[in-house]
C-alpha cells in the first residue's frame, strides 16, 4: 500500500492520532499505538518515503473532527465518535467528520511547507472530488462511484 501511495503521491501524510481513555499515561497510548498495525503502517510509509526520494509526515489531529473547515468554529464539547455527520452551529455549513478533519489537515500541512505549485490556482488548493480505496487483503482498490460533491 505505501509503494502504491508513493507512486501516485509525492508526500503523504498522516494524522498524529492518540487513543484516549483506558486510565493510562497519553506516553504509554501513543507506545501502544505506535505497535498497531496504523503504527507499523506510518513506519512502512515513513520508510519507504526515504527509500523514493519522497515524503512522509503527521500533523496534528487535536480537534481537527470538532473544527468548522469553513469558519474555524470550534464545537466547545467536542463531537462523539457516533456522530458522523454535523452542521456548524456557526455558519450552517454542512460537514462529514472525516472530510472536515482531513480538509483541516490539509490546510495544517499546506500552511507548515512551501508547496511548489504551478501557480494556475492562485496559492489556493481546492479539493473537488471525493475518493474512497478499500483494501481487501489482495491489494488496494478505489471505490467506483465514490465521488461525491464538490468539496473547497
Given at each position: 500500500?505505501?509503494?502504491?501511495?508513493?507512486?501516485?503521491?509525492?508526500?503523504?501524510?498522516?494524522?498524529?492520532?492518540?487513543?484516549?481513555?483506558?486510565?493510562?499515561?497519553?506516553?504509554?497510548?501513543?507506545?501502544?499505538?505506535?505497535?498497531?498495525?496504523?503504527?507499523?503502517?506510518?513506519?512502512?510509509?515513513?520508510?519507504?518515503?526515504?527509500?523514493?526520494?519522497?515524503?512522509?509526515?503527521?500533523?496534528?489531529?487535536?480537534?481537527?473532527?470538532?473544527?468548522?473547515?469553513?469558519?474555524?468554529?470550534?464545537?466547545?464539547?467536542?463531537?462523539?465518535?457516533?456522530?458522523?455527520?454535523?452542521?456548524?452551529?456557526?455558519?450552517?455549513?454542512?460537514?462529514?467528520?472525516?472530510?472536515?478533519?482531513?480538509?483541516?489537515?490539509?490546510?495544517?500541512?499546506?500552511?507548515?511547507?512551501?508547496?511548489?505549485?504551478?501557480?494556475?490556482?492562485?496559492?489556493?488548493?481546492?479539493?473537488?472530488?471525493?475518493?474512497?480505496?478499500?483494501?481487501?487483503?489482495?491489494?488496494?482498490?478505489?471505490?467506483?462511484?465514490?465521488?461525491?460533491?464538490r468539496v473547497s
Amino acid at each position: 500500500m505505501a509503494n502504491r501511495l508513493y507512486r501516485e503521491y509525492d508526500g503523504v501524510y498522516v494524522g498524529n492520532y492518540t487513543p484516549h481513555g483506558g486510565g493510562i499515561s497519553t506516553g504509554m497510548r501513543r507506545a501502544m499505538n505506535n505497535q498497531s498495525l496504523i503504527g507499523r503502517f506510518k513506519e512502512a510509509l515513513e520508510w519507504v518515503a526515504t527509500r523514493s526520494g519522497k515524503v512522509y509526515g503527521e500533523w496534528d489531529e487535536d480537534g481537527s473532527t470538532r473544527t468548522c473547515c469553513q469558519c474555524h468554529y470550534k464545537v466547545p464539547v467536542g463531537i462523539p465518535p457516533e456522530v458522523r455527520e454535523w452542521t456548524c452551529p456557526e455558519c450552517g455549513t454542512y460537514h462529514i467528520r472525516d472530510e472536515n478533519s482531513s480538509i483541516n489537515g490539509l490546510k495544517q500541512v499546506l500552511e507548515k511547507l512551501e508547496v511548489p505549485g504551478s501557480g494556475r490556482l492562485g496559492g489556493k488548493i481546492a479539493v473537488c472530488t471525493r475518493r474512497a480505496w478499500r483494501f481487501d487483503g489482495l491489494g488496494i482498490q478505489e471505490i467506483s462511484g465514490a465521488a461525491g460533491g464538490r468539496v473547497s
